[in-house]
């Protein structure tokens, strides 16, 4: 009932108002974005302490850091000392409203109820932090994700809707689950419903994960002049880098990066540091010095922020969504890989990829019935 009124508040009466509304919100939570990629993956407190210069450490008074204004009417100073602020915070603001605008527009356009528009509006939330602190860190904090699944999760069960009506839309009647539980109280149902989507899109990554793995095997580094490195039981460090423990190059336990000595010798060594020198043991209890020319390890085709991020998108837009999602960014990243011509690091990828997946997935909460019937297109133009 309380749904309906606001609906016809926000959508229909006072459309303009309840855009103005869902805006600004929008750049408040875009505020709030620029802390949580700030402080996440530093493993900070998001609340304490408060908004403080970082030159001067000035707490921020709460007039001047209202979103964009406060930016604009102090010209990118800090009031007190005058060391310039970033415009990037500015920037995450606006976008952050105008892609809340964008969601609560489509959620008028295609008629949908309010909880999927709030589920809209958190995933996008979810997937700027997700894809700027990926660019940052390359790496995707698990806490968002765990926050994202625990959200899809409550709305699920709290307003069934935020998952069913998509599958109650004449272009969307392929959920054979979800029309298996028809017997199921509507929230269990819906329930089950993003269960189901979340276990698939892991079970499907986690296979393709694998499978990389076994194809695309091995990132080889060439060393020329050769490089002295340092093994030791945890880490390995080459000449003046930082150390790297084997647990951060390698995920799993049975994977193996391999040194390739200029006397022609291979020392392999594994996650928990065990190491074998040509095929026989090879203690580093005390830190070896090698000379290697040549050294090769893992190539993750896909990371486990990758895998981690592409499951919370199936909790957001169902299998469909997070797949083609999927594809579509695993196509443009590889263009864009191609084009910027940069390399994988040991523990790093090339390039950032939640991004990518990020813009597809918001774009679905647009465009989703153009999105199915291109699907349904190809898959008639591929039976004929
Ligand atoms: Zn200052």
Redesign the pocket.
């Known amino acids: 009932m309380i749904e309906k009124q606001l609906i016809n508040l926000f959508y229909t009466h006072y459309f303009f108002v309840g855009a103005f509304f869902t805006f600004v919100v929008g750049c408040c939570v875009g505020s709030f974005l620029n802390v949580v990629i700030w402080r996440l993956p530093l493993g900070m407190s998001l609340s304490v302490p408060g908004s403080h210069?970082?030159?001067?450490?000035?707490e921020i008074k709460l007039y001047d850091n209202v979103p964009i204004l406060g930016w604009l009417v102090l010209k990118g100073k800090?009031?007190?000392?005058?060391?310039s602020i970033s415009p990037r915070y500015l920037v995450i603001e606006a976008v952050t409203g105008f892609m809340w605008l964008a969601v609560m527009y489509a959620g008028r356009h295609y008629d949908l109820p309010l909880s999927q528009v709030l589920l809209g509006l958190i995933a996008t939330s979810i997937l700027i932090a997700a894809s700027l602190t990926d660019i940052e860190t390359r790496t995707v904090p698990i806490q968002l994700v765990y926050f994202g699944l625990a959200v899809a999760f409550i709305l699920a069960l709290a307003f069934p809707e935020s998952q069913i009506l998509r599958s109650t839309h004449p272009l969307y009647e392929t959920q054979p689950v979800y029309s298996m539980l028809s017997d199921f109280h509507p929230r269990l149902r819906s329930l089950f419903h993003c269960l189901f989507n979340v276990s698939i899109a892991y079970s499907f990554m986690y296979l393709c994960a694998k499978l990389g793995r076994k194809i695309f095997g091995s990132h080889t580094i060439e060393c020329d002049p050769p490089v002295l490195v340092k093994l030791r039981k945890d880490n390995c460090q080459a000449e003046d880098d930082k150390a790297l423990a084997w647990k951060e190059i390698l995920s799993e336990k049975d994977e193996k990066i391999r040194f390739f000595t200029c006397d022609k010798q291979v020392i392999e060594v594994n996650r928990k540091g065990h190491a074998t020198r040509d095929g026989l043991d090879y203690k580093l209890d005390e830190e070896q010095k090698v000379l290697i020319d040549k050294l090769a390890f893992p190539s993750a085709v896909i990371g486990g922020g990758d895998l981690t991020l592409i499951t919370l998108c199936a909790a957001f837009v169902g299998i469909q969504g997070s797949l083609v999602s999927l594809g579509l960014a695993s196509f443009f990243g590889m263009i864009y890989l191609m084009i910027s011509k940069r390399e994988a690091k040991m523990t790093q990828r090339a390039i950032p990829f939640a991004p990518f997946i990020a813009i597809f997935v918001w774009s679905w909460f647009l465009l989703w019935p153009h999105y199915i019937e291109q699907i349904r297109n190809i898959v008639k133009a591929l039976q004929s």
């Open positions: 210069c970082p030159k001067c450490q000035t800090c009031r007190a000392c005058k060391v």
